[in-house]
């Protein structure tokens, strides 16, 4: 089985894994939790969200509708999209980071510093609120 | 808090913007009330959500080693204890 190139990263070697306990992480069922690794709060959570802020909404009569699931459905997506922004920075500041792979383990430079500096270059661009 | 004041203000735009473009919702209070309302409403279910993470954070910072926070197995882990905690409350 190939590894994602991101598992191979300095920080993860670091961090004591070995490659049999990493074969078992990918095969079970916390996979999913390397795809979205760092979002605010979880999807389920989110969902709760949704359907709480629409529900209380209605019921503080600020807004009706005629349609209850579709409006929680679209808050959700909203709601999803701007917690998943920390997310696509990440994935970003990793594909950068991979292209720096060799420079960064031949200089000695830390990967939690550089992630941290080239994250908060791509947040000002971005005008982004984490 | 985890979820900062201005990420919440941005939250409760995403909602208000977004109920304004379906057909199917109806707008009893103005645009800006049912902001400042989403926004209320929203920072309530934030602050229950900050317990789910201190119970996960709890659970990897009891591990027999210390594991780092920022790596891929810490992200591993916290996403699990996470999960059992929001399961626990039947969300």
């Known amino acids: 089985m190939r590894l994602p190139s991101t598992l191979q990263f300095p920080s993860f070697a670091a961090s004591g894994l070995r490659s049999t306990k990493l074969l078992f992480l990918l095969n079970s069922n916390v996979y999913p939790a390397l795809l979205n690794p760092n979002m605010l709060v979880s999807k389920e959570y989110v969902g709760y969200l949704a359907r709480q802020v629409t529900k209380k909404l209605i019921d503080g009569e600020f807004i009706e509708t005629s349609d209850l699931n579709s409006t929680i459905e679209r808050v959700n997506a909203a709601l999803l999209e701007e917690m998943q922004l920390e997310d696509r920075i990440n994935d970003e500041v990793r594909l950068i980071l991979e292209a720096y792979q060799e420079e960064m383990r031949t200089t000695g430079a830390s990967y939690q510093e550089m992630f941290k500096k080239v994250k908060q270059q791509l947040v000002q661009k971005y005008k982004a609120v984490l | ?91």
């Not at chain 2, 473009?21 to 309530?44: G, H, M, Y």
């Open chain 2, 1 to 91: 808090m985890r979820i900062s004041a201005e990420k919440v203000n941005k939250l409760a735009k995403a909602v208000a913007d977004t109920l304004k473009t379906l057909d199917s919702v109806e707008f009893i209070e103005d645009p800006n009330s049912i902001r400042a309302e989403a926004k209320r409403i929203l920072q309530d279910l934030v602050k229950a959500e900050e317990k789910i993470d201190a119970a996960a954070r709890l659970k990897i910072e009891s591990q027999k080693r210390i594991i780092t926070e920022g790596t891929q197995e810490w992200d591993i882990l916290y996403r699990k204890y996470y999960n059992e905690e929001v399961k626990k409350l039947g969300i």
